[in-house]
């Protein structure tokens, strides 16, 4: 008999349980693909598939695109991410020759960015729900709208901050999302997620109207904490305004191209 990866029994993205739906498929938090080894709980095997559906042959689905971004970064930050051999492979970036290909679409069209901030918010929830077991609080109904059923979509804004990254490696090849009461208090003062992965540092706006309300102050605090020049938080729309990710890597040329 197959394990139920369930707490509560009831999916936290579609309210639905068994036997109208099942939990038979593990939920990976992060996807396994991207070093991901933590599961998550009441997520059913529809929105567990639902993630990693391509929604049309322009658009990648969330958990491929988040993947195939942070890969990169896993595979080519120095080559010291990956211990086990494991080479890279890519949908999305084909590397020849040592050189990176990327369709210019993907850096410029805001409903690719939308995909990745669509798998920022399903990662979150989950993380959410393993830790507090109380992922299905209405107070989420936003992320569910926006995440599971792309509603809402200029509602709720994911911001990051720019600026010359330093490399955190994994840990035995795998990777994690932090989270902690700390964390989960600072959510609950500021409404704003701090999503902080392989060094990279995006900012997910859970609760809309704490966020409205003490983003300006917070994003503030966090950049008068950096000893850093030149370091800004903005609004990510586009996937080329996290160039660092491809301008960081150890190889020897990009290339922008529009290959089929």
């Not at 695109?65 to 492979?89: A, M, P, Q, V, Y």
């Not at 809402?152 to 932090?178: A, C, D, E, G």
Request: a neutral charge.
């Amino acid at each position: 008999m197959k394990r139920k990866f369930v707490h509560t029994g009831k999916c936290i993205w579609c309210g639905k349980t068994a036997p109208e739906v099942s939990f038979n498929n593990k939920p990976h938090i992060l996807p396994d693909s991207v070093g991901g080894n933590e599961l998550g709980q009441d997520i059913c095997d529809d929105c567990n598939s639902y993630f990693g559906s391509q929604p049309n042959r322009y658009l990648p689905s969330p958990d491929l695109l988040f993947k195939e971004i942070f890969n990169l970064k896993r595979f080519f930050d120095g080559g010291n991410s990956i211990t086990n051999g494991e080479k890279f492979r890519s949908t999305l970036f084909p590397v020849k020759d040592n050189k990176l290909y990327i369709k210019r679409s993907y850096l410029t069209n805001p409903l690719i960015a939308n995909q990745l901030k669509i798998a920022f918010y399903e990662i979150f929830l989950q993380k959410y729900h393993a830790f507090t077991h109380n992922g299905h609080d209405n107070s989420f109904s936003s992320v569910v709208s926006y995440a599971r059923y792309n509603v809402n979509i200029s509602n709720l804004k994911v911001y990051y901050m720019h600026q010359k990254m330093w490399f955190r490696p994994t840990i035995l090849n795998k990777t994690f999302l932090p989270f902690s009461n700390i964390i989960l208090d600072e959510l609950n003062k500021t409404g704003i997620f701090s999503f902080t992965f392989l060094g990279y540092n995006f900012y997910l706006e859970v609760f809309k109207d704490k966020a409205d309300a003490n983003k300006t102050e917070y994003f503030n605090s966090l950049l008068s904490k950096i000893p850093f020049p030149d370091v800004e938080i903005e609004e990510f729309e586009r996937l080329g305004q996290i160039h660092e990710i491809f301008n960081y890597l150890a190889l020897n040329d990009i290339v922008i191209d529009e290959y089929n």
